[in-house]
Each structure stands twice: as structure tokens, then as C-alpha cells.
């Protein structure tokens, strides 16, 4: 049965909105005057959720806390043994946001309407991914959709959680940064010129520390401002470009080839790789369909590129581990532990062992690397306040030795 999304006027003139199933328009219209509500507007979600899919709104406003929280409780509700259209309503009365509660209403009418839950989510692509949709998919046709749904939760939980932790990693040294630029800023800009002018007008000769830093004063004022246009208009150009998946592919490329930061890229995809390979293997998609999903979701094209070659050499024989390994981008350890894997038929379990650690090791290095970058934003600042205060103290002590002579 269709939802529709209305908005109607109570007895005392408040406004009322939300969702109601009917065959037709008309239908819920007779609903509302039942209710002695007077409808202002009825809208089917589908037309609804049709413009949002358009214009791309669904792809901003789901964020992945929504998703994980849908389908942890869809997981229980149909572990509960409630029947799946009737977890969709349950799920859709709970949320307190109207564009996922239409989106869901919409999923429920694909399903009533005699549609799997996989091709009724395969409407919102850039909410449900391809990985989501093909492992719901492996669960509808087992039997398992429980136990399928509770894995994608936890998965997406994972997700999650790491997402956040490299955020939380970006933006201590990113705020110091930030902060440190308009100090300094601020100091050349407002503090040094008047200070320095009263050295300029004693006509002495300077020293070549507050000559440097008068100068630096000068660019930043008169200069400052198109020296910042120019690095935005360079961030621009830069974005524009990383659309092109050539230049994007050389810049992921240079990326691996940094020394720390190319072992952090590593680690993250190898975790991301192999997460999503242990959950599409535990539900039951075929090896081969799971190392081609499990490589859409890297970021990383030359890693992408590897996974896509080691798909191909899977399906001509070669063993998984030796498939990876000449691809070069995965850690010794992890390919260590995907042939024990093999070896003993615990391929899931091994892939779930290799996330985790990928995972730690990760934590681990953002750990020592935040506990490194306080003191050397501290020593960085210093050195250059120290730099300002020389070059403004030492005019005022040649100054002092010509009085005394």
C-alpha cells in the first residue's frame, strides 16, 4: 500500500505532519476529516523521495549513524520474528527525521508491493551501497536476513567508529595549525609594523633579523590578501582536478609513496578490504562477486586497481594471498594471515582478525603521533615568537649601547 506524507490543521489551528498509508490521495484525505483535521497538502513519499534522489539530497542528509541505527534495529525486529514489513513500520514510527522516515515508508511499499528488501533499497543507492544491498541480498536468498542485517550493523558500526577517529586525529593539529598561522598573522600584520615604525624613524641601521621581519610585515600587509586568493583559487583548481581519475590516480599514487603516510593509507584500506570481504564471505556472496565489492569501496585507486587485478587472477586458479601479494600494497602480516586462512577454511574469521589489527595499529600510530604533535606546535610557535621578539629587541639594545658610549 502507497505512504503518503501530509500536512493538515487540527481543531485548535496547530499544524500536524507525518505519514499515512492509503490506496489513494483521496483516500487519506478522507482520513484526516475523520480525524476532524482539515488537509492542507497530501503527497505520496514516492514522488517525494523521487526529487530527493535527483537532486542528491538523500546522499547528504543520511548520515551513517542513521544507517547503522536503522539496521540495528531492523536486526532485531526481524530476529524478534516480526514480520518484514511490519519492522519497516516499527523502524519508520521510531525515527524522528521525516526525510528517513519517508525513505523507509517507501522501501515498505516496495516490499509489500512483492519486491525483495535488496531491489526496494536499490532505490537509494547513495544511502545503501551496492556491499549493503548485495549482502541483504545473500541473506534474503539463505534465509538468514537476521543474522545478515546484525553483521552489516556491526560493520557499519565499524565504519563509524573509525571514521570518527580519524577525524578526532585530523583536528587537534589542524585547530593548532590554524590558530598558529593567525597568531602569527596577527602579529606581522598589527603588532610588528608599529613597533618597528619608531626604529625606522631613528634612522639607525637595522639589524638583518628586524630588516627580514619588516619585510615579511610589508608582504603580509599588502600582499596577504591576494596571497590567500591564490591558495584558494589553488585548492580549487586542485578539487577540479581530482576529478579527472587520471590525475586523481597519480596523487593516490604519490600518496602511497610517502614514507608515513603511505603505511597509514595502507593500514586503513587493508583494514576497510578486509572487513568488508569477512562480511560478504560470512553472508554467503561468492568469492569472487565479494573481492569486486569489497574493492569499490577503497578509496585508494592504485589499491583499488591491485584488488581489481587480484579479483582476476582468483578467478584463473591463484590462491587469494598470492593474488594480493603482487599487487605490493598489502601488509606482510595481513597476507600472512588470509593463506592461514585459506589453509584452514576460516577465511572469515582471519579477514575479521586482519581488520582489527590494521584497526589497532592505526589507533597505535595517531596515539604516539597526537602525543608528538603538542609539544612540536609548542616548539614551532615558540621559535618563531622568539624570532619577533629578537627582531624587535634588538634595535632597542644597539640603541641602549650607542646612548651609553
Given amino acids: 500500500m ?21 490506496d489513494t490521495a483521496r483516500q487519506v484525505r478522507h482520513i484526516l476529516r475523520e480525524k476532524n483535521w482539515t488537509p492542507i497538502s497530501v503527497k505520496s513519499v514516492s514522488s517525494k523521495t523521487a526529487e530527493g534522489k535527483s537532486t542528491g539530497f538523500f546522499k547528504k542528509s543520511v548520515s551513517i549513524s542513521d544507517l547503522m541505527l536503522f539496521t540495528r534495529q531492523l536486526s532485531t525486529l526481524v530476529q524478534a520474528s516480526l514480520p518484514l514489513e511490519k519492522a519497516l513500520q516499527a523502524v519508520a514510527d521510531q525515527t524522528e527525521k521525516a526525510h528517513v522516515q519517508s525513505m523507509l515508508m517507501e522501501v515498505r ?19 545503501f551501497s551496492h556491499l549493503y544491498r548485495s549482502t541483504v541480498s545473500a541473506g534474503e536468498h539463505a534465509g538468514h536476513l537476521d543474522i545478515v542485517l546484525e553483521r552489516l550493523a556491526d560493520y557499519t558500526e565499524a565504519r563509524q567508529g573509525m571514521a570518527q577517529k580519524i577525524q578526532l586525529a585530523l583536528l587537534y593539529p589542524i585547530i593548532i595549525t590554524v590558530l598558529s598561522v593567525l597568531i602569527v598573522t596577527g602579529l606581522l600584520a598589527y603588532v610588528v ?46 578539487r577540479m582536478a581530482m576529478r579527472g581519475e587520471k590525475f586523481r590516480y597519480a596523487f593516490h599514487q604519490k600518496l602511497l609513496q610517502l614514507p608515513l603516510l603511505g603505511k597509514v593509507i595502507r593500514g586503513t584500506e587493508t583494514a576497510r578490504f578486509a572487513r568488508t570481504l569477512s562480511i560478504l564471505n560470512a553472508s554467503g556472496v561468492p568469492l569472487l562477486e565479494a573481492l569486486r565489492i569489497s574493492g569499490e569501496v577503497l578509496n585508494s585507486l592504485p589499491i583499488r586497481k591491485a584488488v581489481a587485478e587480484a579479483t582476476k587472477r582468483v578467478s584463473e586458479g591463484t590462491s587469494l594471498k598470492t ?83
Fill in 109 to 127: 511499499s516496495g516490499v509489500l508491493e512483492g519486491n525483495t528488501l535488496a531491489n526496494s533499497l536499490a532505490g537509494y543507492p547513495h544511502v
Fill in 2 to 22: 502507497p505512504a503518503f506524507e501530509y500536512v493538515a490543521l487540527d481543531l485548535r489551528g496547530h499544524e500536524k505532519k507525518g505519514i499515512i498509508e492509503g
Fill in 193 to 238: 609594523p608599529s613597533v618597528t615604525q619608531v626604529f625606522q624613524e631613528t634612522g639607525q641601521k637595522l639589524p638583518a633579523l628586524t630588516v627580514a621581519l619588516i619585510s615579511l610585515s610589508d608582504f603580509v600587509r599588502n600582499y596577504g590578501l591576494y596571497f590567500l586568493g591564490g591558495i584558494v583559487a589553488i585548492l580549487v583548481g586542485f
Fill in 323 to 405: 593474488a594480493l601479494e603482487t599487487g605490493g600494497h598489502f601488509p606482510p602480516m595481513a597476507l600472512h594471515m588470509i593463506a592461514s586462512g585459506e589453509a584452514s577454511g576460516e577465511l572469515e574469521a582471519m579477514l575479521d582478525r586482519v581488520a582489527h589489527n590494521q584497526e589497532r595499529e592505526f589507533e597505535n600510530l595517531m596515539s604516539g603521533l597526537l602525543g608528538l604533535i603538542a609539544p612540536v606546535m609548542v616548539v614551532i610557535m615558540g621559535g618563531v615568537v622568539l624570532l619577533i621578539v629578537l627582531a624587535i629587541l634588538l634595535p632597542i639594545f644597539e640603541l641602549n649601547e650607542m646612548v651609553g658610549k
